[in-house]
């Protein structure tokens, strides 16, 4: 099994450096359902333990999305989604300084920028990280 995790984000303020005046927050009932028609993702029926979340914040609005597909169909999964380029793998972890504008912690995750042999790409709608 492999750890697929798609998010998607208005911008890159980081949540610690939003104005101290207008609080983001974590919106209550978000779905994984929801989420992917907001990302127009459709979450392949063999996925598991998917899990899902919306920031609103102050500046930008965050969705993310994380689920476990086979391993086997991660590449035809991520071909769908017509990437920008091809995935890649990134060996070594990104800075730890990184503060993430939506943390996948919210959902139980690890940040894929923290981990290592991460394949990843861009897409118009969303950033695609694969673990595993």
């Known amino acids: 099994m492999i750890g697929?995790?798609?998010?998607?984000?208005?911008g890159g303020t980081p949540v610690a450096d939003r104005s101290s005046g207008q609080m983001s927050?974590?919106?209550?009932?978000?779905?994984v359902e929801s989420v992917a028609t907001a990302l127009?993702?459709?979450?392949?029926g063999t996925a598991s333990e998917s899990k899902a979340a919306r920031l609103d914040g102050f500046q930008?609005?965050?969705?993310?999305?994380?689920?476990?597909?086979?391993?086997?169909?991660?590449?035809?999964f991520v071909a769908g989604?017509?990437?920008?380029?091809?995935?890649r793998l990134r060996?070594?972890?990104?800075?730890a300084s990184t503060n993430p504008s939506a943390p996948f912690s919210?959902?139980?995750?690890a940040e894929p920028d923290l981990l290592a042999g991460v394949r990843?790409?861009?897409?118009?709608?969303?950033?695609?990280?694969?673990?595993?």
């Open 106 to 109: 919210h959902l139980g995750s």
């Open 81 to 87: 989604l017509k990437p920008e380029q091809p995935l």
């Open 40 to 44: 127009r993702v459709q979450v392949p």
């Open 91 to 95: 060996e070594q972890p990104l800075a």
């Open 25 to 31: 927050h974590w919106v209550e009932g978000a779905t």
């Open 4 to 10: 697929l995790v798609t998010g998607c984000s208005g």
């Open 60 to 76: 930008d609005d965050s969705l993310i999305m994380t689920f476990v597909l086979p391993t086997g169909e991660v590449d035809g």
């Open 120 to 132: 990843e790409t861009q897409v118009s709608r969303a950033r695609v990280n694969s673990t595993g």
